[in-house]
């Protein structure tokens, strides 16, 4: 038997989707190598943007498409977009034979091996996404390995869902609450990871600072500075640690010392601004104003110098004026982030912002969003200019585009390298001058 999965959003959902397939792997299922011949297709959703959607959507047209040449092929939602949605997927004329939440994705692989998807007594419409499992994360599993074989590189969740209900925001409710994982699974998937030959590891959580857990027999509390110094302690084959995403309110003095003291916590830190504008991060219930982004900002660089960092950007939120767009466009000139996620306003039904109205033309999102890529491309070749001359540890992933003598690897700080290796040297780290810059991409050379 034969499965396809397509995933799209965060790195969660990235993260799941491999649980997914070492599942079916482990049950003898094999990889298809295209849609066409497979017998189950899951596609892996996201709802944080209409655009996310609407590309879904046009997905499910395609497997309309496929399932006329492939009939037997059973078609299965999964993720974000399926909680938010439910049964919307499966009528009619829809291609869709299941849908699963965020709540009940292991039960995919249970439906799968019992073949209840196949059975007539469980009819195409059967949808385990139910609403009121929306918000309980009590029935949220964490799944115990989200690498494949042959990775140097893993995801390893740390928590699910989000309790800061950003006006925006659809992941609240469609990860629901905050649920920290228990930290000997967290260790456990972490030494086996070290086994696999994984060299980097990403903790994932929608804001890890919030990280919190309390052992019910030993009474041993643990935040996420306490987790990540652990972590970093205990890996030996593993020397960068990464971790994902954190809420600038909750980025303690404690975290920042941890990472400074350490050696193998990467230099590198995602801390989304999304505005500079004080009466929009109000609106948009962010619980931090300007000065102390500023403030925290500063605080980070006099610890750590050479800490990169990158962050997220909306523009076109409800009643952002010109000036509160100003105040964004200055503060990205001012601070000089490595990296910009930038993005316009979409409304998401159900969210606290969806009944401020969507005041802001779609031209004049699409100007300003334009407006602020610009000066961020800007800002990126500027600071990636300044490393040329300097010699840096680069993880090798592979062999760059249509090369066989030259391989691409990412720095600590998550820049894209090309540099002259052989095939041996994929997986590991290796030591690179950066020679010069072409479009976004470093180009290096081997050093020793
Ligand atoms: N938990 C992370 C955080 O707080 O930054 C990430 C959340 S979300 C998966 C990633 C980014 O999508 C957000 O930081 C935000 O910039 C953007 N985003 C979320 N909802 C949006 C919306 N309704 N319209 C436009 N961008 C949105
Ligand atoms: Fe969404 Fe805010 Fe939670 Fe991030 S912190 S997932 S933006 S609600
Ligand atoms: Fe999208 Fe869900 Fe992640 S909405 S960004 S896949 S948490």
Redesign the pocket.
């Known amino acids: 038997m034969k499965y396809w999965i397509e995933t799209y ?2 790195q969660m959902n990235k993260a799941e989707s491999e649980a997914l397939e070492l599942a079916l792997n482990h049950n003898k299922w094999k990889e298809a190598e295209d849609p066409m011949e497979a017998d189950l297709t899951i596609i892996n959703t996201c709802s ?2 209409e655009t996310a959607e609407t590309r879904i959507w046009g997905r499910i047209g395609y497997y309309k498409k496929v399932k006329k040449n492939n009939p037997a092929m059973t078609l299965i939602i999964t993720g974000c977009m399926a909680e938010r949605l439910g049964n919307k997927f499966i009528n009619k004329n829809s291609p869709v034979d299941k849908v699963f939440g965020t709540f009940t994705k292991n039960k995919i692989i249970d439906s799968v091996l019992q073949k209840t998807i196949f059975d007539p007594i469980f009819p195409s419409g059967q949808n385990f996404a139910s609403e009121d499992s929306m918000p309980n994360n009590q029935t949220y599993e964490f799944n115990k390995l989200h690498t494949t074989e042959g990775k140097f590189k893993a995801f390893v969740p740390i928590m699910n869902g ?1 309790n ?1 209900f ?1 006006s ?4 609240p409710y469609v990860r629901g609450r905050e649920l920290s994982r228990n930290p000997e699974e967290i260790f456990s998937e972490i030494e086996k990871l070290e086994t696999m030959g994984v060299k980097e590891i990403t903790l994932l959580g ?2 890890v600072n919030s990280y919190y857990y309390e052992d019910k027999e030993t009474g041993e509390k643990l935040d996420f500075p306490f987790l990540l110094k652990k972590i970093s302690q205990q890996v030996s084959s593993i020397e960068w640690i990464r971790f994902l ?1 954190s ?1 600038p309110k909750d980025l303690s003095e404690k975290l920042i010392s941890v990472i400074a003291e350490s050696t193998n916590i990467c230099r590198h830190i995602h801390l ?1 601004l ?1 505005s500079g504008s004080d009466v929009i991060l109000k609106k948009m219930n962010r619980k931090y104003n300007s000065d102390f982004y500023n403030t925290l900002i500063k605080k980070i660089k006099d610890n750590i110098p050479d800490m990169s960092i990158t962050t ?3 523009v076109g939120f409800p009643g952002e004026t010109q000036e509160d767009y100003n105040m964004t466009y200055d503060m990205i000139n001012s601070i000089k982030f490595n990296e910009a ?1 930038t ?6 039904e159900g ?1 606290n ?1 969806f009944n401020f109205g969507d005041d802001i033309p779609k031209e004049e999102k699409i100007k300003r969003l334009s407006e602020v890529i610009k000066l961020q491309r800007k800002i990126s070749i500027m600071k990636k200019k300044e490393k040329i001359g300097t010699t840096f540890k680069v993880l090798a992933e592979g062999f760059s585009k249509n090369n066989t003598t030259e391989l691409i690897g990412r720095t600590e700080s998550d820049e894209m390298i090309v540099f002259n290796a052989g095939q041996d040297r994929i997986g590991l780290y290796n030591i690179v001058k950066i020679l010069f810059l072409k479009g976004n991409t470093f180009i290096g050379e081997t050093v020793k």
């Open positions: 959003g965060c944080v943007r989000c800061n950003c925006y925001c659809i992941v929608q804001n995403t809420h989304p999304q997220d950007i909306i996620f993005y316009y306003y979409n409304p998401r969210t912002a």
